[in-house]
């Protein structure tokens, strides 16, 4: 059983910056970060591949967030900077290999002046 447990989330000014853990994350799973403001979609930011070799991003994260992942303490990391209001949302870490696929609570993000 795998237990992903997000955490670093927070209040953050415009034009601040934020990181974000996902614990339990094993080097085994491909990784994403997804986020869901109040009345959207679930949507994917950011992921990582097994063994960091590969990294993408949506556009609105391309140039501001940056994926990356710790193999010896199972975590996953997403350094957010230069954070909009629209960037407000809970995060979730998304784990997947094969047809396996684990989620996280999520951790709220809130960015406001």
């Known amino acids: 059983q795998v237990q992903l447990v997000e955490s670093g989330g927070g209040l953050v000014q415009p034009g601040g910056s934020l990181t974000l853990s996902c614990d339990g994350a094993?080097?085994?799973?491909?990784v994403g970060w997804h986020r869901q403001a109040p009345g959207n979609r679930r949507e994917l930011v950011a992921a990582?591949?097994?063994?960091?070799?590969?990294?993408n991003y949506a556009d609105s994260a391309k140039g501001r967030f940056t994926s990356s992942r710790d193999h010896a303490k199972n975590t996953v990391y997403i350094q957010m900077n230069k954070l909009k209001p629209e960037d407000a949302a809970v995060y979730y870490c998304?784990?997947?290999?094969?047809?396996?696929?684990?989620w996280g609570p999520g951790t709220p993000v809130t960015v406001s002046s």
């Open positions: 998304h784990a997947v290999r094969g047809t396996a696929s684990y």
């Open positions: 094993r080097g085994i799973f491909n």
């Open positions: 990582i591949t097994i063994g960091s070799t590969k990294e």
